[in-house]
């Protein structure tokens, strides 16, 4: 079946704690991006990335890390977790590099909390 | 920088009663449009897109949206609204290079029996 997947799906952590939250698509997609959800702010982009070695900010990068060494997994790194890291995370895939017509697909989610 | 606003923040209507959610996008070269719904629990689906030509646009779920260039608007409709269409729907488009992505902060719609 293709698919997103996340893992972790629920996380709680404390503060300073580094984690990393895994993503994986199996449809060969070029695109990949990282969006937290917030009451009130709707999806705002943390990094997204055009291939495999190429990653760039989105419009809320502070406090995260991404990496994509391989085309189908774009981990998202917290190193240093902090309360207002507290959201809703999702991953999203897109068959090419411009995501000017193309559809994203998107994974079930991640909700972490930040103690 | 583009961005996209949603003047409603929640909506409720009636089982059978029409619907339509605005969306406002900023200045830019024609833009390309999309409306995505998310249901409750679940991750995010796409309704419709707009890139160019007819500007109605026909989408899953019975949807429709009318892209009017006059009003910098993308307003997403329903004739007959039906209970499972109780989610959030957000507008959001491209940057000018396609890899920048931008969403509207939502309007969450409730469906009365």
């Known amino acids: 079946e293709a698919q997103v997947t996340q893992n972790p799906r629920y996380l709680i952590t404390v503060t300073g704690k580094k984690l990393t939250v895994t993503c994986s698509q199996n449809m060969n997609h070029e695109y990949m991006s990282w969006y937290r959800q917030d009451p009130g702010l709707g999806l705002r982009q943390i990094y997204y990335?055009?291939?495999?070695?190429?990653?760039d900010k989105g419009d809320v990068p502070e406090g995260y890390k991404v990496s994509r060494k391989e085309k189908r997994n774009f981990p998202l790194i917290l190193e240093s977790p902090s309360p207002n890291q507290t959201s809703l995370y999702f991953c999203a895939s897109s068959p090419f590099s411009s995501v000017s017509y193309n559809e994203q697909f998107f994974g079930p989610g991640t909700r972490l909390t930040v103690l | 920088a583009q961005s996209v606003t949603q003047p409603d923040i929640h909506i409720t209507v009636s089982e059978g009663a029409s619907l339509e959610l605005r969306c406002n996008y900023s200045y830019g070269a024609t833009p390309y449009l999309f409306w995505y719904v998310q249901s409750p629990g679940q991750g995010l689906q796409l309704l419709l897109k707009?890139?160019?030509?007819?500007?109605l646009v026909q989408g899953i779920k019975g949807f429709e949206a009318e892209f009017k260039r006059s009003q910098s608007s993308f307003n997403l409709r329903k004739p007959s609204v039906h209970w499972s269409d109780a989610a959030e729907y957000f507008c959001a488009r491209p940057d000018n290079y396609g890899q920048n992505f931008v969403f509207g902060p939502g309007t969450r719609l409730s469906v009365l029996p």
């Open positions: 990335s055009m291939n495999v070695e190429a990653t």
């Open positions: 707009y890139f160019s030509g007819d500007t």
